[in-house]
């Protein structure tokens, strides 16, 4: 019988491949701090460095060690070699007719957001960010709730979508003089509240005012009416508060957004009631979109204004913005000014918002990724097969 012949594999001899280096823009401190003492720096050095690193990134902007002046330069070549300050990759970049910016950002493989500068909201500019790609809420109104939940973006993703449009915008240091950039706006794909961890650790970098320096009163966040994490929210974050409503009675409100099911009306109310520090400073948002048929009466309108009751509110009212497959149809004009002359009348502001960035489909309830949409070949196959059968 012939000997057994044995193999083994050297391990040794595979090749090694390098990690790719870390980004630290867009890092909240507590992580800086974690990345400087595991450089070896003792604690007390960790946290002044984490503190320089903030501010040069954040305040300043630099996307290069080498222009951290007041850091030696042996520790600049050592954060060199083990770190990077790029941004997420920019998938796609489009600039809408009335100068609204979108961005597509790819956070990792098959995770990517969307982001979106609207420029003169009243007097400010406002940055749309997503804090989930994807979302679950399937709000029946909205294009984004057409994509499955993908994953929740980190504090130093959502951070990365204001670095970005602040790069666009050429908007650094904070400090400076007329900028377009003014407010945050939770208002992009996912719910926040499903993502609240991460969503206050990145209002905390965006209010920092040795950083971005943008202020928690300029910072909302909207939420479909996760009700037990609104008081949370405003305890952790000071953010202003905004509800996506879009109706009034809880078997409509069920269909249109699902999560009534889970906390109606009633339970929704005592909680927005629970906010701290509300007052005439500091109003609740409610979001209303006018949907042709279905929310838009005057009956609505009314019950409305009693169930806003008791509360500092204003409503946007949001023309709907359609999308390829959407079950509804935009109100019609008068019939949203009627709407709001009703609700002006009880008390409340209530502006119809413009909509914006429609043509790039960077409007309220049109954001979803492009990782899900279809792609070249897919279309190029629907329209020859659409041809084919136009040909007979």
Same mark, same amino acid.
Not at 12 to 27: E, N, Y
Not at 149 to 164: C, P, S
Not at 280 to 301: C, I, P, Q, W
């Given at each position: ?193 499903? !993502?609240?961890?991460?969503? *206050?650790?990145? @209002?905390? /970098?965006?209010?920092?005012? #040795?950083?971005? &320096? ?129 609700? !002006?009348?009880?008390?409340? *502001?209530?502006? @119809?918002? /413009?909509?914006?960035?429609? #043509?790039?489909? &960077? ?30």
């Amino acid at each position: 019988m012939g000997r057994l012949m044995k193999t083994e594999l050297d391990l040794t001899r595979r090749p090694q491949v390098a990690a790719a280096p870390v980004s630290l823009a867009g890092m909240p401190v507590p992580a800086l701090r974690s990345e400087m003492e595991a450089l070896g720096l003792d604690p007390k050095k960790a946290r002044m460095r984490a503190h320089q690193l903030r501010r040069w990134m954040h305040y300043f902007g630099v996307q290069d060690f080498d222009g951290m002046t007041d850091i030696a330069k042996a520790l600049r070549a050592q954060l060199a070699e083990q770190y990077t300050l790029e941004r997420p990759e920019i998938v796609e970049h489009k600039i809408s007719v009335d100068g609204t910016q979108k961005w597509l950002t790819r956070f990792g493989p098959n995770v990517e957001g969307e982001s979106v500068f609207i420029p003169d909201v009243a007097r400010s500019g406002a940055l749309c960010v997503s804090s989930q790609v994807g979302c679950t809420l399937n709000c029946t109104f909205c294009h984004t709730g057409t994509q499955k939940l993908v994953r929740n973006l980190t504090a130093q993703e959502i951070v990365a979508q204001v670095l970005i449009a602040r790069d666009e915008l050429e908007e650094w240091p904070s400090a400076a003089e007329n900028r377009r950039l003014t407010n945050i706006v939770f208002m992009g794909m996912g719910e926040p509240l499903y !993502n609240l961890d991460h969503v *206050a650790d990145a @209002i905390d /970098t965006i209010s920092d005012g #040795d950083g971005l &320096a943008i202020g928690r009163r300029r910072i909302t966040v909207s939420t479909a009416g996760v009700a037990p994490k609104i008081p949370e929210l405003g305890a952790r974050t000071g953010a202003m508060l905004a509800i996506s409503l879009h109706a009034v009675r809880d078997d409509l409100r069920d269909e249109i957004v699902p999560i009534n099911r889970k906390y109606d009306l009633q339970t929704l109310f005592e909680a927005i009631r629970a906010y701290p520090d509300l007052g005439n400073s500091k109003r609740v948002t409610f979001e209303y979109v006018m949907l042709k048929g279905v929310n838009d009466s005057a009956a609505e309108a009314r019950d409305l204004v009693k169930l806003l009751r008791g509360v500092p509110a204003k409503i946007n009212l949001i023309p709907f913005n359609p999308w390829p497959g959407a079950p509804y149809e935009c109100s019609d004009w008068e019939t949203i000014e009627a709407f709001a002359d009703i609700v !002006n009348r009880a008390g409340y *502001a209530s502006p @119809i918002r /413009t909509p914006r960035g429609r #043509d790039i489909f &960077a409007a309220c309830g049109q954001l979803r990724s492009e990782s899900v949409k279809k792609s070249a070949a897919e279309k190029r196959r629907e329209a020859a097969a659409a041809d084919t059968h136009l040909s007979h």
